[in-house]
């Protein structure tokens, strides 16, 4: 590409402006879906050397004019091929209709298709926009495909997902290779897109760099280095541990401290200078026990932890794992509330029954605090926001972050999170078996660490989400979250 695109997402809106950009520039629009069409067919001849034979489903619009077009260059390399046409042909127009007019193949209706031994499939239906539920006749295609165990390559995006947010609408192809064009979508990351997908691949296709990040608002991107790794501090001889900070790990009462030793080990490892377990009287021998490298500080209420803050080197805070839901939360974070806070846990659920309490401690400030929920707590603090299906997981975290004046990790398999300035960072690093108890305190420690080097919150936490996701691949399936501990490393 002319111009580094990186890691950038456009949502099809977007995409759609970028096609539009493009032809109003003089970029001839045939010529790229040329070669649209003709990367797709390159791509199917290159996996599927032995293919039999290709059938090529081709849609109502320019995703179908892609796959005209690969017909056609399929054709030309000497393969065989069939193509299945939804919709009425005759009412194809621009574009799509000149592709399917120079293809020198005759298309049968989409639903006579039958799948043979040796098939492979063409997935030019829908792209990236549709935005409804696919057509019976389609669902009828599409089943028959997955129950015949075709190989599918699609066309943009898998027919059924939805660009924007990932979501299966009614029912989706499960494609074994996806060729997009310029870059990827929210939906080829999102769950449950990302599994539907199989290997993107991103083809230039001759937009100019320029035009696409004009048409893009830049806010959407996948969580990589090169959106933070420039702000970590290099490590030099100099450096000593008051340089790389002080975290500040709350415990709960006895019998209830591992989550808490988790996370303060794990910030130890991320980097932090200095952690401290700040713990009540009754749990100092139970922590004291089983830590060394941690310091250890007693504060049992809200009047100890005043006194303990007249210490100004107290900048970062790691509240909520394992700590107890209720008042004790509540007034622990409002006398945290000038200080750098990673909340988890506990502390996003003591504000169950009136999350704008916790919103109102933050609204007038700099974004210092990273609020880490997972599906349930989220829907805890923000109720209404997750509870409307018109919002993609995206949407939902740039509404939350803003409505909280907090940097939002919103925990999953897909985990997004989000800055109260509308940018965005979907991860994809972290393996299936981090789902494990735990895991979620390790990270939180892990976060707090890059605070107390002094990130700034969002991309602490977008540090840290992706460290948490390359030390799961660390240690492998089967883990505990001791095993994660053992692993964290800094980048």
Not at 170 to 198: I, N, Q, S, W, Y
Not at 218 to 236: C, D, R, S, V, Y
Not at 385 to 407: C, F, P, T, Y
Request: net charge neutral; aromatic share 6%.
């Amino acid at each position: 590409m002319a111009e580094k695109l990186g890691d950038l997402l456009l949502t099809p809106a977007e995409m759609a402006a970028v096609d539009a950009a493009a032809a109003a520039s003089g970029i001839a629009s045939f010529g790229l879906m040329w070669s649209a069409g003709a990367a797709v067919a390159g791509a199917a001849l290159r996996l599927y050397p032995g293919a039999l034979r290709f059938a090529v489903l081709c849609g109502p619009g320019n995703n179908g004019g892609d796959g005209y077009v690969a017909a056609r260059r399929l054709v030309e390399s000497g393969a065989e091929v069939a193509v299945f046409h939804f919709g009425d042909p005759a009412r194809l127009h621009g574009d799509a209709a000149r592709a399917r007019a120079e293809c020198a193949l005759a298309s049968q209706p989409l639903n006579v298709y039958v799948s043979r031994p040796g098939d492979v499939v063409v997935d030019a239906i829908f792209g990236a926009g549709l935005g409804r539920d696919v057509p019976l006749q389609v669902r009828s295609v599409i089943e028959k495909v997955t129950d015949a165990a075709v190989p599918v390559i699609s066309v943009d995006l898998p027919s059924g997902l939805d660009g924007r947010s990932g979501e299966v609408l009614g029912t989706a192809f499960k494609a074994a290779h996806t060729v997009t064009f310029m870059t990827r979508k929210p939906g080829h990351l999102l769950m449950p897109g990302r599994e539907l997908c199989g290997r993107v691949e991103v083809t230039d296709i001759g937009i100019p760099g320029r035009i696409i990040k004009f048409c893009s608002s830049g806010m959407i991107a996948e969580n990589t280095p090169e959106k933070w790794a420039h702000l970590l501090a290099p490590a030099k001889l100099e450096t000593h541990k008051y340089k790389r900070g002080h975290l500040a790990v709350f415990s709960g009462g006895a019998g209830r401290t591992g989550a808490a030793r988790m996370s303060a080990m794990a910030g130890l490892k991320a980097g932090a200078g200095l952690v401290t377990i700040a713990t009540p009287g009754d749990a100092m021998a139970e922590n004291s026990a089983h830590l060394t490298a941690v310091m250890l500080h007693v504060v049992d209420d809200a009047m100890a932890l005043r006194d303990w803050l007249a210490d100004k080197r107290l900048q970062t805070f790691v509240l909520g794992p394992g700590f107890g839901i209720g008042a004790r939360t509540r007034d622990f974070i409002a006398a945290l509330k000038d200080r750098h806070l990673v909340l988890d846990a506990d502390a996003i659920t003591s504000f169950k029954e009136d999350p704008r309490e916790l919103f109102k401690l933050f609204a007038e400030d700099e974004p210092h605090v990273v609020l880490t929920p997972h599906e349930g707590e989220f829907a805890r603090l923000f109720p209404d926001i997750a509870a409307d299906k018109r919002l993609s997981k995206v949407e939902k975290a740039q509404a939350s972050a803003q409505r909280a004046n907090a940097a939002i990790v919103y925990k999953g398999a897909d985990t997004v999170i989000a800055s109260p300035d509308g940018r965005v960072l979907i991860n994809t690093n972290a393996p299936v078996w981090l789902a494990t108890a735990g895991s979620g305190d390790v990270l939180s420690g892990m976060i707090g660490a890059l605070l107390a080097q002094g990130l700034p919150a969002f991309e602490a936490a977008a540090c840290g989400v992706y460290l948490h996701g390359e030390a799961g691949q660390r240690v492998g399936k089967g883990l505990t979250a001791e095993d994660l501990v053992a692993h964290v490393r800094p980048l």
